[in-house]
């Protein structure tokens, strides 16, 4: 609940007034939970910042880091991604399970579209983010993870998430285009690179671990095509997803 609803509840004068507030925060809440599609996770309505008199954020906004002119990975993981917890930790996982550097690389990468970017459908996008810059392997396994995590596969130990009954039930089935991407990929040469990405994808991080991108500058060096003109400015054509995060509210 955030604080300008407390402060409406509390607010209000009679009994009437404070259970309409309630209700009003209690729709609130369940707007959270219906996750529409979030594009950079950027407030459309910011509060005011001080001294900043634009009516829209376009271009730099104030209230996010500014990015370098030709920014790397590094810098979208420093200055956009961070924490990226989820990210760094599974990365981490996978190299110390003693994983090839190119499955290192792709537990980094695997959802970096989520928390900044889009979170629906997440695989696909991930995988197209990066597509350009790794190996073809690396971007299919990125996206064919979205699928195989519904599926459990017992030669590698890998077991259907018990946090996914907790969301959505025991008798949850995924859609078809879900079920089909597994169908697709359990036949394809590259499915355990992407059963691997799921083997080492981390929910519960392990206490007092803190993981910092520059250890895998490295890995990052050696296996990821980082554009001189930077990210966002290379003309690819997924450019435009990386200069939606440095500039989230240039629409126009
Ligand atoms: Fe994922
Ligand atoms: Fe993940």
Redesign the pocket.
């Known amino acids: 609940m955030s604080a300008a609803t407390v402060a409406s509840i509390a607010g209000a004068s009679t009994l009437t007034a404070k259970a309409d507030a309630l209700e009003d925060a209690m729709s609130d809440e369940l707007d959270k939970r219906i996750a529409t599609p979030w594009f950079c996770s950027i407030d459309p309505t910011p509060e005011p910042v001080a001294g900043d008199t634009r009516p829209w954020y376009q271009h730099d906004d104030p209230r996010l880091p500014k990015m370098p002119d030709a920014p790397t990975l590094i810098d979208f993981f420093k200055l956009r991604f961070a924490p990226a917890n989820?990210?760094l930790q599974?990365a981490r996982l996978a190299k110390v399970n003693g994983m090839d550097e190119k499955i290192v690389l792709a537990c980094l990468l695997?959802?970096i579209c989520v928390g900044n970017f889009i979170r629906t459908d997440h695989g696909y996008w991930c995988a197209q983010m990066v597509a350009p810059y790794v190996d073809e392997e690396v971007a299919w396994a990125i996206e064919k993870?979205q699928a195989l995590r519904f599926f459990a596969d017992e030669s590698v130990g890998y077991e259907y998430p018990d946090q996914y009954i907790r969301f959505f039930g025991a008798d949850y089935k995924p859609e078809p285009y879900i079920i089909q991407a597994w169908e697709e990929a359990k036949k394809h040469r590259w499915y355990m690179t992407s059963r691997l990405?799921t083997l080492n994808?981390?929910?519960s991080f392990e206490e007092g671990v803190v993981v910092d991108v520059d250890d895998f500058t490295d890995i990052i060096g050696r296996h990821f095509r980082q554009p001189k003109e930077g990210l966002g400015f290379d003309g690819s054509p997924v450019a435009h997803m990386w200069r939606s995060m440095i500039w989230p509210n240039n629409f126009l």
């Open positions: 989820h990210v599974s695997h959802d993870h990405i994808d981390l929910y």
